[in-house]
């Protein structure tokens, strides 16, 4: 399902990746971007989902200070499933890991050393 106009979230702690991720999606998605928030922090991006109608895709740090990316994707994932996408984003390759982002709501696993555009491209072609 590709949408005309995409809401993104991206959530993470460290602000060299947000500025790199934001460029990268608007390149992606041009004027198909409707609107790209960011928050550092799990807690902010659980207030920014309930206050606002549901993101389109959200890019979701795993390890943050306070609520991480898993309780922050559970919480998530429990009242906006079927209207957001969580794309789980982590240095971590770690097996253990990966699963527990999956079942806490996300749909894609991407590794922040593999950041392309070819994937972005993927992930908001669903």
Same mark, same amino acid.
């Given at each position: 399902?590709?949408?005309?106009?995409?809401?993104?979230?991206?959530?993470?702690?460290?602000?060299?990746?947000?500025?790199? #991720?934001?460029?990268?999606?608007?390149?992606?998605?041009?004027?198909?971007?409707?609107? #790209? %928030?960011? +928050?550092? /922090? &799990?807690?902010? +991006?659980? %207030?920014?989902?309930?206050? /606002?109608?549901?993101?389109?895709?959200?890019?979701?740090?795993?390890?943050?200070?306070?609520? &991480?990316?898993? !309780? !922050?994707?559970? %919480?998530?994932?429990?009242?906006?499933?079927? +209207?957001?996408?969580?794309?789980?984003?982590?240095?971590?390759?770690?097996?253990?890991?990966?699963? /527990?982002? =999956?079942?806490?709501?996300?749909?894609?696993? =991407?590794?922040?050393?593999?950041?392309?555009?070819?994937?972005?491209? %993927?992930?908001?072609?669903?």
């Amino acid at each position: 399902m590709t949408l005309n106009s995409y809401r993104v979230l991206i959530v993470d702690d460290n602000p060299t990746f947000v500025k790199t #991720l934001s460029l990268l999606v608007q390149t992606v998605l041009g004027n198909k971007l409707s609107q #790209l %928030e960011t +928050a550092s /922090n &799990g807690e902010d +991006a659980v %207030e920014m989902v309930s206050k /606002n109608s549901p993101y389109n895709v959200i890019f979701m740090d795993v390890n943050m200070p306070g609520i &991480g990316g898993v !309780a !922050a994707t559970k %919480e998530i994932s429990k009242e906006y499933y079927r +209207a957001t996408r969580v794309v789980a984003v982590s240095f971590n390759k770690d097996l253990e890991t990966m699963k /527990n982002m =999956l079942f806490s709501g996300a749909t894609y696993y =991407l590794h922040k050393d593999d950041l392309t555009l070819e994937k972005l491209v %993927e992930i908001f072609d669903f």
